[in-house]
């Protein structure tokens, strides 16, 4: 009797012990949890983790990021608040000095009036003096958002106009509308400059854009040009398969060699393209290409050529059509290499010319094709992450990337009440009640027994 006793305050201090031990463990958890977290993101492409070039956006802002969002504890879209608090962990991770601060606008009226907010769930990042908007919230808007808040100043942008050039605003397929649009969201100032009557370039543009006159620049107009690159403008030239109408002098400043002919690729067969489209897909070693891993589509583009001289460094950006050539006759439905005319791939159709001027650098892209960067073709590739590069190396600001959206392959589960009154009832009730009763009966057999 008296052993019986013995080994039951044993067992009873044995499982006292492991109870003690368990919940001193669970605590520790629950403590380490606070300031120790291991994320893991399962999702098939990686949407819940930030891009490399998120985090080195982030990695470049040496001030702290505020944000304000104006935003009720419950809408009609749920708890935004707790979504909006998820969407900006990762970036708190990485940038400890992101704050998020929630307003109720329905509490503070004068407060979001005087902000601005136009929207529920509209927020203001400040980064230093500077502010923006923003009403959605993806990695591509909120990065792009901070770095127009990093770019030191404003960059302006001249698109030579009154020629029939492909226009910056233009709604048509050879346009450049689109790719105005994505400069104006990557705090680009862009303007149209009609030099048969300014003065001038004006010496605050950063960037000077020609794109392909249909018409002849008359000389006045040229020599402007002309003395803007004298003066270490910076430019960038969309030469297509066209005469230059009136703009040799520019490219004799430049020493380019432009040929005739347009690029044959075959390769473009391959994704049920003409050969007249060329891919590109080699790059040259240049701040713009580095890492530049993304094929890009350019169609009836040019051979580009520059004699090297003692002023201008040249560098080659883009070759295409390895297997290709330049066709110097009519493009018809028999196309083929003729080896008496036709020359060879690989073709360069971009070059990137530098010098220093005053103490200064200036940088010049040439490209043997307007289409690329069209309406009609911008979403190609990537010709809208391409053409970006080249503007913002043009315009100096070296460390500043594109950020397109990545493609959500996962999508939202989403269940129907039915489903959800299974599980709550079988995982909250059912399942719950049954350990209850299997762990009754084994304790009541054991007492019988």
Request: glycine content about 10%; hydrophobic content about 45%.
């Amino acid at each position: 009797m008296q052993t019986n006793v013995r080994i039951r305050l044993q067992m009873l201090a044995q499982n006292g012990l492991f109870v003690v031990l368990l919940v001193a463990l669970t605590a520790l958890l629950a403590y380490f949890a606070q300031d120790y977290r291991l994320v893991r993101d399962v999702t098939q492409n990686g949407r819940n983790t930030l891009s490399q070039q998120a985090r080195e956006v982030l990695g470049k802002l040496g001030e702290p990021v505020k944000i304000t969002i104006f935003a009720a504890p419950q809408d009609v879209r749920g708890d935004l608040r707790k979504q909006l608090r998820d969407f900006f962990a990762p970036y708190q991770r990485v940038k400890a000095d992101i704050t998020v601060n929630f307003v109720d606008p329905r509490e503070e009226p004068k407060l979001a009036q005087a902000a601005g907010i136009r929207v529920p769930g509209e927020g203001i990042i400040e980064y230093g003096s500077k502010k923006e908007h923003l009403t959605t919230y993806n990695e591509q808007t909120f990065v792009n958002a901070l770095m127009r808040l990093m770019r030191a100043g404003e960059r302006l942008l001249m698109s030579v106009d009154g020629h029939g050039e492909r226009r910056l605003n233009g709604t048509a397929n050879h346009d450049l509308g689109e790719f105005g649009k994505q400069l104006n969201a990557k705090g680009f100032q862009t303007n149209s400059l009609n030099l048969a009557i300014a003065p001038e370039v004006p010496a605050n543009a950063n960037v000077l854009l020609i794109a392909t006159p249909q018409v002849d620049l008359q000389a006045a107009e040229v020599q402007k040009i002309r003395q803007f690159v004298q003066s270490g403008g910076n430019l960038l030239w969309l030469i297509d398969q066209e005469p230059l109408r009136g703009l040799q002098p520019i490219a004799e400043q430049l020493g380019l060699v432009l040929g005739p002919g347009t690029v044959v690729d075959p390769d473009a067969a391959r994704l049920n393209a003409s050969p007249a489209i060329a891919i590109g897909a080699g790059y040259g070693r240049h701040a713009i290409t580095d890492n530049f891993t993304l094929n890009t589509v350019f169609p009836f583009a040019r051979q580009i050529g520059a004699n090297e001289g003692r002023d201008w460094r040249v560098t080659r950006l883009i070759d295409v059509a390895p297997r290709g050539w330049v066709e110097m006759g009519k493009l018809d439905a028999k196309i083929s290499f003729d080896k008496g005319s036709d020359l060879p791939g690989p073709v360069t159709i971009a070059l990137a010319l530098e010098r220093n001027v005053k103490d200064r650098a200036q940088r010049v892209v040439v490209i043997g094709n307007g289409s690329f960067l069209a309406n009609q073709f911008l979403g190609n590739g990537g010709n809208l992450d391409l053409g970006m590069n080249m503007v913002n190396w043009l315009a100096g600001d070296d460390a500043m990337i594109t950020l397109q959206p990545r493609a959500t392959v996962d999508g939202n589960l989403e269940l129907g009440r039915g489903v959800q009154y299974f599980l709550l009832f079988g995982f909250l009730i059912f399942l719950p009640l049954s350990f209850a009763a299997v762990g009754t009966m084994i304790w009541w057999r054991r007492r019988k027994g």
